[in-house]
């Protein structure tokens, strides 16, 4: 069974899943993003992110 629930990471709403198979939280990459850096847009931020880490895997 799962369990979705709305944290607030400095009042910016952060979307989370309780995985019970797990016993882990899984929470939103985007939400985390945007509350961390407060970017206009997380869902680019993000992006980018990936980006940069599957360039640096391909590199090394």
Do not use: G, H
């Not at 990471?9 to 929470?27: H, L, T």
Request: charged share 30%.
């Amino acid at each position: 069974m799962q369990k979705t629930s709305i944290r607030f990471f400095e009042d910016i709403p952060v979307r989370a899943v309780w995985d019970e198979e797990s016993s882990k939280w899984w929470f939103c990459a985007v939400d985390i993003a945007e509350a961390l850096t407060k970017s206009k847009n997380p869902r680019s931020y993000w992006n980018k992110i990936k980006i940069r880490k599957n360039v640096n895997i391909l590199v090394r």
